[in-house]
């Protein structure tokens, strides 16, 4: 039996420059190290691994069908407009209709030059790449929209990086590629007829309810704004907010120096090139305001009437705060136990918050052990969780079933970075057990799965990852 895929390539049937036609550049070596049966199953690919999947997902063998490009797309990178990023270093096999009828990107990471690659390579380290496939993975098992990792392969090849480190190659699956930077970069060319084009694109795609370009950034608010507090609920630091990495379908993704925090703190920074915390834990809401606001100034450029397009564009994006702020209440008052939210219970969720930031606990064990004695453990001074706690219980009494709503709102595991990064150090020595027992724990994530507590330790200070560098 050989591998076959039923693309339908609607990105590729577009016409007037979205993208430069490349084939993956073939790799020396390749070696398959993960394959995920699950996501293979929703896209109706083989559950069980080929002998060919290694080839075909280096990139040295272009399945039938697959139609390899590379998508253009500029963006805001740390604030900066640059006027021409694009895939440098990933090639759009095509796209898949899954059994869901959801159509679906497939997309390889690291597979070659291409004519965006500015003075990069085109190849990624075996690091990222499995940084990207744990955490990806762990986030849709977390019920966070992201996108998803469908194989990694090493290519036998190195990379110069911060001296010689394994190459390899992701492949990467999306609800699309489009993202905020993918319309700036033809409302900054004035370009207006392929903005046009892109925008009832991406409405056929993934709005069909959504009327003209407003209705467009309305759509994209609103999924904005219910994935940024999502991340918040689980202490999830993106790194890399630019406007090229803001998808227009809501979902997570580049996943490069992101991270989970340990310790809560609002400030916490994992990037080492996040040198004035832009992108800080506490500001990815405002961020994600003023991505928006990119997309709305983008959008804005094809409307016959400018004026009225500027004002609604504005009440648009002037929603975005609330409504962010709404959800983020919906889901740290459910992290408490709380169903029936009040408004009040924001001032409740606050002081947690602040208590623990300065008792340095950490995030993900003070949620999970709520009402439990280990809870008031996780506190340099355990008195300053007792006092909110007095609070907290008393407001649970009209509560159905506080404990059931916690539980699955507060997971036990999460990717901790110490624990990424001693599975890409086991990985560049050829030990995959630390990747797989990662992925298998992680599908988990609010199952208290005992045998693997270890995973639920906070790092010693040893193993404290102070930073995490790009995926490049
Ligand atoms: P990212 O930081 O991953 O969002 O990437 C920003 C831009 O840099 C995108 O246009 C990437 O395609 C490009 N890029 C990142 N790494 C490489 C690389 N190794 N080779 C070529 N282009 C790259
Ligand atoms: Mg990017």
């Not at 207006?192 to 209705?215: C, S, V, W």
């Not at 992101?258 to 800080?280: E, K, L, W």
């Not at 199952?447 to 040893?462: A, G, K, N, W």
Request: charged share 25%; glycine share 8%.
């Amino acid at each position: 039996m050989s591998m076959q895929i039923s693309f339908d390539n609607s990105f590729a049937r577009l016409t007037g420059g979205f993208y430069a036609r490349q084939d993956p550049v073939p790799v020396r070596e390749p070696k398959l190290v993960a394959y995920n049966s699950d996501l293979a199953r929703v896209l109706g690919l083989p559950e069980k691994e080929l002998p060919e999947f290694a080839e075909i997902f280096a990139g040295n063998r272009v399945p039938d069908g697959a139609e390899p490009l590379a998508q253009l797309y500029s963006g805001h990178q740390f604030g900066q407009y640059n006027p021409q990023l694009g895939d440098g270093r990933a090639i759009l096999l095509g796209e898949v209709v899954g059994e869901d009828g959801i159509r679906r990107d497939i997309q390889l990471k690291g597979s070659g030059r291409t004519a965006f690659s500015r003075m990069g390579d085109g190849r990624a380290w075996l690091g990222p790449v499995l940084r990207e496939y744990v955490v990806s993975e762990a986030m849709h098992a977390l019920g966070i929209p992201t996108t998803r990792a469908l194989a990694a392969v090493e290519t036998g090849e190195v990379v110069l990086r911060d001296g010689m480190l394994p190459g390899a190659v992701l492949t990467r699956v999306a609800k699309s590629h489009l993202r905020v930077g993918s319309f700036q970069v033809y409302a900054a060319r004035g370009e207006t007829e392929n903005l046009k084009i892109l925008t009832q694109y991406a409405i056929d795609r993934h709005y069909p309810e959504a009327e003209g370009p407003m209705g467009l950034l309305r759509a994209v608010r609103d999924a904005q704004s219910r994935l940024i507090p999502a991340w918040m609920a689980v202490g999830f630091i993106h790194g890399v907010m630019n406007t090229d990495n803001a998808s227009i379908a809501g979902e997570t993704i580049d996943y490069g120096p992101c991270a989970f925090m340990d310790v809560y703190h609002p400030n916490t920074v994992f990037s080492s090139i996040d040198q004035m915390g832009r992108y800080a834990y506490a500001n990815q809401p405002d961020i994600a305001v003023w991505n928006l606001a990119q997309l709305a100034t983008a959008l804005i450029q094809q409307m016959e009437d400018r004026e009225a397009a500027v004002e609604e564009a504005t009440e648009i994006v002037h929603a975005m705060p609330e409504l962010m702020r709404q959800e983020w209440l919906r889901r740290f008052a459910a992290k408490l136990g709380i169903s029936d939210v009040r408004e009040e219970d924001a001032a409740l969720v606050a002081d947690l918050l602040t208590r623990m930031a300065h008792q340095q606990a950490d995030f993900t064990n003070t949620f999970r052990s709520l009402g439990t004695d280990k809870a008031r453990d996780q506190f340099t001074d355990p008195g300053a969780f007792d006092q909110w706690s007095d609070g907290w219980k008393a407001r649970l009494e009209c509560e159905p079933d506080p404990e059931a709503l916690a539980r699955a709102s507060n997971p036990a595991f999460i990717p901790r970075n110490h624990r990424v990064e001693q599975m890409i150090e086991a990985a560049v020595k050829g030990d995959y057990a630390p990747f797989h027992r990662l992925n298998s724990v992680l599908s988990n994530p609010y199952d208290d799965q005992p045998d693997h507590s270890d995973l639920r330790r906070v790092p010693t200070p040893e193993e404290v990852v102070p930073a995490t560098f790009c995926g490049t």
